[in-house]
């Protein structure tokens, strides 16, 4: 049989292009940033209830790091003082079976400049102990921090 190769890469396409639909990956990144005394910085979103890390999708073009390094900016107004160490990588099945986190942790985090909170996106934000987290942190956050802090088994799911 003879192939037509004008029609070859239309198809190549196709298929490629149809998978993506179909088979879509979502990916986020979560950053557990931690200042000089310990305690951890959270978010509380305008769109979920309780208090998360910091963290948000990564975009298009862009890596995860950058994207982590994105959201500290953006969501916390900080700075890491040293490199974000890769933690884990979760799938987070409750969003879609495709769905996918990465966490990153950062140590001695300096704040950039103060946080305007609330704003559309973030409603309250903070440091706190991670002993006397609020109420209302996420079961996913208090995890998330055990296995940071304390040497808890590693999930695969958040």
Same mark, same amino acid.
């Given at each position: 049989?003879?192939?037509?190769?004008?029609?070859?890469? #239309?198809?190549?396409? +196709?298929?490629?292009?149809?998978?993506?639909? *179909?088979?879509?990956? *979502?990916?986020?990144?979560?950053? %557990? %940033?931690?200042?000089?005394?310990?305690?951890?910085? +959270? #978010?509380?979103?305008?769109? #979920?209830?309780?208090?998360?890390l910091?963290?948000?999708?990564?975009d298009?073009?862009?890596t995860? +790091?950058?994207?982590?390094?994105?959201?500290?900016?953006?969501?916390? %107004?900080l700075a890491?003082?040293?490199?974000?160490?890769?933690? %884990?990588?979760? =799938?987070?099945?409750?969003?879609?079976?495709?769905?996918?986190?990465?966490?990153? #942790?950062?140590?001695?985090? =300096?704040?950039? =400049?103060?946080?305007?909170?609330?704003?559309?996106?973030?409603?309250?934000?903070?440091?706190?102990?991670?002993?006397? +987290?609020?109420?209302?942190?996420?079961?996913? *956050?208090?995890?998330?921090?055990?296995?940071?802090?304390?040497?808890?088994?590693?999930?695969?799911?958040?």
């Open positions: 049989m003879k192939r037509n190769s004008r029609l070859e890469p #239309v198809v190549k396409w +196709l298929v490629v292009h149809w998978g993506l639909v *179909t088979r879509a990956k *979502t990916l986020g990144v979560r950053v %557990a %940033a931690f200042n000089d005394a310990g305690h951890v910085f +959270l #978010v509380k979103h305008s769109y #979920v209830p309780g208090w998360y910091p963290g948000g999708g990564v298009g073009g862009e995860c +790091l950058g994207a982590a390094m994105r959201e500290l900016d953006e969501e916390a %107004a890491p003082t040293e490199p974000l160490a890769l933690f %884990a990588v979760y =799938r987070n099945a409750r969003i879609t079976p495709r769905d996918h986190v990465v966490m990153y #942790v950062a140590r001695n985090v =300096r704040v950039l =400049r103060p946080l305007n909170v609330p704003n559309r996106e973030i409603t309250a934000a903070g440091f706190f102990d991670p002993a006397a +987290l609020p109420d209302d942190a996420t079961d996913a *956050t208090r995890r998330r921090l055990a296995e940071v802090l304390d040497g808890e088994p590693v999930a695969q799911d958040w």
